[in-house]
């Protein structure tokens, strides 16, 4: 998962960059300001790996922010001037994007922040190579091994991790769920549904077959459809 702050001082674009956050499973929203220099304070106390920083800000501009920062982060500039492009480039950003931002470029903006955060992220993986989710019980924990959840449902306050014949209920949510998992081997194809890459077996229409628990009926949501889409895309052999 990669750890994201967004820094802009228009409340409107943090709300749209927010949004494609959220819609992208191997991002984590940590926070986001509208105040430059509570940015840096943010980038400084927190596990932050991606920045989406704008240029033209109160107080300290996105160029001396990004000086500033002395490498702790990566920065994606999303901004509305282009002339501001060879200074940032000249200043390592992963990507410049233009205002207003679309969905489509905005992933493959970030789909470049994976490949160069990839170790980064992958060592943080490792060690999250199991849960522990509270049971249908009080004071009752369940250990559930990574590699053996075959897919998650969600049941109104409920989840159901599903390992072979096992299903494990636990009350939480679907996003929290989501958050602890390692974003390289699963993602989200629908509000009630999260399944491992691993266990695709092929995508018929809005339908995904499993490998393993092949009864089951994984539908993809609308909104969650073209990240999907675009995450198998970026594996088809042409």
Same mark, same amino acid.
């Given at each position: 998962?990669?750890?994201?702050?967004?820094?802009?001082?228009?409340?409107?674009?943090?709300?749209i960059?927010?949004?494609?956050?959220?819609?992208?499973?191997?991002?984590?929203?940590?926070?986001?300001?509208?105040?430059?220099?509570?940015?840096?304070?943010?980038?400084?106390?927190?596990?932050?790996?991606?920045?989406?920083?704008?240029?033209?800000?109160?107080?300290?501009?996105?160029?001396?922010?990004v000086?500033?920062?002395?490498?702790?982060?990566?920065?994606?500039?999303?901004?509305?001037?282009?002339?501001?492009?060879?200074?940032?480039?000249?200043?390592?950003?992963?990507?410049?994007?233009?205002?207003p931002?679309?969905?489509?470029?905005?992933?493959?903006?970030?789909?470049?922040?994976?490949?160069?955060?990839?170790?980064?992220?992958?060592?943080?993986a490792?060690? &999250?190579?199991?849960? /522990? *989710?509270? !049971? +249908?019980? =009080?004071?009752?924990?369940?250990?559930?091994?990574? %590699?053996?959840? #075959?897919?998650?449902?969600?049941?109104? &306050?409920?989840?159901? /991790? *599903?390992? !072979? +014949?096992? =299903?494990?209920?636990?009350l939480?949510?679907?996003? %929290?769920?989501? #958050?602890?998992?390692?974003?390289?081997?699963f993602?989200r194809?629908?509000?009630?549904?999260?399944?491992?890459?691993?266990n695709?077996?092929?995508?018929?229409?809005?339908?995904?077959?499993?490998?393993?628990?092949?009864?089951?009926?994984?539908?993809?949501?609308a909104?969650?459809?073209?990240?999907?889409?675009?995450l198998?895309?970026?594996?088809?052999?042409n």
């Amino acid at each position: 998962m990669i750890n994201c702050l967004v820094v802009d001082d228009e409340t409107p674009a943090i709300k749209i960059l927010t949004s494609y956050i959220d819609k992208v499973p191997y991002l984590h929203l940590v926070a986001s300001t509208t105040d430059p220099i509570e940015g840096l304070k943010l980038a400084a106390e927190n596990d932050i790996d991606l920045i989406f920083l704008d240029i033209q800000m109160p107080n300290i501009t996105g160029l001396e922010f990004v000086e500033a920062l002395n490498g702790k982060s990566k920065v994606i500039f999303t901004t509305a001037y282009s002339q501001y492009a060879f200074d940032a480039f000249n200043l390592n950003v992963i990507d410049y994007l233009l205002k207003p931002v679309s969905f489509t470029r905005f992933l493959k903006a970030t789909q470049k922040a994976n490949e160069v955060l990839k170790d980064k992220v992958e060592s943080k993986a490792v060690e &999250n190579d199991f849960l /522990i *989710v509270k !049971g +249908d019980s =009080k004071g009752k924990l369940n250990k559930i091994e990574i %590699d053996d959840i #075959d897919y998650i449902e969600g049941m109104r &306050n409920y989840v159901a /991790i *599903v390992c !072979g +014949d096992k =299903k494990t209920m636990s009350l939480m949510n679907m996003k %929290d769920l989501e #958050d602890n998992l390692p974003a390289q081997k699963f993602v989200r194809v629908h509000k009630s549904y999260i399944i491992p890459i691993s266990n695709i077996l092929s995508i018929d229409g809005n339908s995904v077959l499993l490998k393993r628990n092949k009864s089951a009926t994984i539908l993809i949501g609308a909104g969650y459809k073209p990240t999907f889409l675009e995450l198998m895309k970026a594996k088809m052999v042409n």
